[in-house]
DNA sequence: AACCATAATCGAAACGTTTCAATTTTTTAA
DNA sequence: TTAAAAAATTGAAACGTTTCGATTATGGTT
């Protein structure tokens, strides 16, 4: 491969001429310059990008990490952030954490290959990010998050998103109501729980409420739980599921079982994929702002590399979207007025 | 940030024994390695691997570049390509060609940024290709062909699975028939309705096949290219969408003039997307190998870095998914024999 | 004690750029 | 003409690694 020596001599120039000419600053002559640009033409001439990264000592790129590529990649989030990074002249890389330690991701953030990154991943320890993340090397962290001074977190209001839905579903008349989710342990997990509770204590429900709490939170997952569910008998009326994910799985054990949502059991998830809407029946569920977030998770990494100050941590509205997926428990049609103790 | 010649220093060693020691060369004592790699947790050393690759001159990792990361990327493909390079210990880096020839891929693409790409996008100019493959940098193209020594095309057999569908309607006793699709200059929307035209010469119904090309190949074009063939009246009875996108747009499209799918009208797509088993009616449509197109292009790839011989071109075949949205025409009930021409 | 083989360490060049400071060339002004 | 100013060009250092070949230290054999 032909390198910037190579056109220099073609050209009968110096090499800092030929990097003046190329990158296009004023200092040189127009005519050096054709002739120059000839050259590198001629040779089919390609600058070696990492050798100028390592000079400029500046990438002008960033990193969208998350657990999987080939997971659900909520387009809108992606969208958000790439037109940030367009705007501002930033190049946009996603890669995946996939393999721990080893992963990509993990050679990313800590191998400064990047400017900065935007982590949608669960599954890098603390303790990496917090060695990675750095004065001149933001991260930020989309519903996670860690103690560290170069770290920003963006979540979504989650414990209000919950509170929300199961109001949704007392308001209805649902009475008997359960929470499927999956590893207790997870905070976001933890979060949607402690809405759902808080809405059941609000209203002296808290007796009557049911916690299903296990593994990962995929539609298989889902669909295994409300499978289980079933088979234990005493079946809720109303259930608010951890994501969409996991209650598009639960309606599908409750249509290979005959149980109808929502005439026998009302479902709610919380995302609001693209999926959602065309499930059938269409998902009532609990919208993110997932432009939104992409765009601000993108705007805070640029101001941290501006080395502006920020918040450690924001926080997004959620909005419940009602579809077809809910309806008043048999015997309770109409409004039931709230009531609060 | 500390380099390596911080950690020679505190270390009390010299630069060259440092990278030999957190190389794991077996060269280095063990006291002195031992010695060094405190030295590098005390100063909370990174390599950087960009130097690392400058000085390597490999990257050991591979791009995916799509025309847009917000877009739909088939998880399935991702996942084959994914886990081949996992496999070989590559990284493997998304990027899109969004922003033409200042992308982030055309960037990664020409300046030497990684070892090979994989590239799913047809708005990259093929002379940025032709000008970017080399020898030692092989490109595999998927859904598209460039005449170029060092770039492998892998394709679809979209003639043979359009063929297929087209005499899955006529099978079923459909005689009007549509083939909707977009653009008509780009070569796959061409193979598609060359497979779509030689069913229906092979049956003898040129004379009833109506083609409608034109615009985006995406669910709003479905969607309005659709209600045109509506508006204009004489209704085929069975249409032939370019993917199913545009199937789902079209779908929707008359379902708000009431027109039943598929009662009144029966539809096949193409690509066989995730959302198509969800969609009412479950939409028929050609399936292609997904998984297996990513692991084939991943493996390819890997193939010409180890210098092996490659053919320019392969193909995969695609196989009929039947759904819902096809049914026999009015007075047409039950199978009906085909008969060739 | 002298020698040799082996192990451990080191110095320096290289990867391909960018950019500062210095030099040379050209232009302008007197 | 010549001096000064401006414009164009250049050499060399630097970015942070890796790796070759050379050097030094360590043991093992006679």
Redesign the interface.
């Known amino acids: ?1 032909a390198t910037i020596k190579d056109v220099a001599k073609l050209a009968g120039v110096s090499i800092s001429t030929v990097s003046y000419a190329l990158n296009n600053h004023d200092k040189v002559s127009l005519s050096t310059k054709k002739r120059i640009l000839e050259a590198a033409r001629r040779l ?1 001439y ?9 000079k400029r000592s500046s ?1 002008r ?1 960033i990193a ?1 990490i998350v657990t ?6 909520y ?2 989030l ?2 958000g952030i ?1 037109e940030v990074a ?1 705007s501002r002249g930033y ?6 954490s ?2 721990g330690e080893q992963s ?1 991701a993990v ?2 953030l ?4 990047v400017d900065g990154a935007i982590v949608l991943a669960y599954n890098i320890p603390a303790a990496t990010l917090r ?2 993340a ?1 004065e ?1 090397y933001p991260i930020i962290l989309l519903d996670r998050e860690i103690e560290s001074p170069h770290t920003v977190s963006i979540e979504v209001d989650n414990e209000a998103g919950c509170h929300m839905a199961t109001e949704h579903l007392i308001e209805q008349g649902h009475r008997r109501l359960a929470y499927v989710g999956g590893n207790p342990m997870e905070p976001l997990n933890e979060q949607r729980v402690s809405g759902f509770k808080r809405a059941l204590r609000q209203h002296g429900l808290e007796r009557e409420g049911q916690l299903h709490q296990f593994g990962m939170f995929n539609r298989d997952n889902g669909y295994a739980m409300t499978k289980m569910l079933i088979a234990e008998g005493n079946l809720p009326t109303g259930i608010l599921y951890y994501n969409d994910e996991m209650a598009i799985g639960g309606i599908q054990a409750f249509r290979e079982y005959g149980i109808r949502v929502p005439g026998d059991v009302s479902v709610i998830g919380f995302d609001d994929i ?2 959602a809407q ?3 029946p269409a998902l009532t569920t609990v919208m993110q702002p997932k432009y939104e977030r992409g765009a601000l998770a993108a705007h805070l990494l640029f101001q941290a590399l501006d080395g502006k100050p920020l918040e450690p941590r924001y926080r997004l509205p959620t909005r419940l979207i009602v579809r077809d997926s809910v309806r008043a428990p048999a015997g309770h049609e109409g409004k039931v007025p709230l009531r609060s103790e």
Not at 68 to 73: F, S, V
Not at 91 to 96: F, N, R, T
Request: charge should be positive; include cysteine; aromatic fraction near 4%.
């Open positions: 491969m089919n390609q600058k070696n990008g990492i050798a100028s990264d390592l990438t790129t969208l999987d590529l080939a997971g659900p990649h387009a809108e992606v969208k790439q367009l190049d946009l890389l996603a890669c995946s996939l393999g990509t050679k990313f800590t191998e400064k290959r060695r990675a750095r001149a693209e999926l065309y499930v059938r």
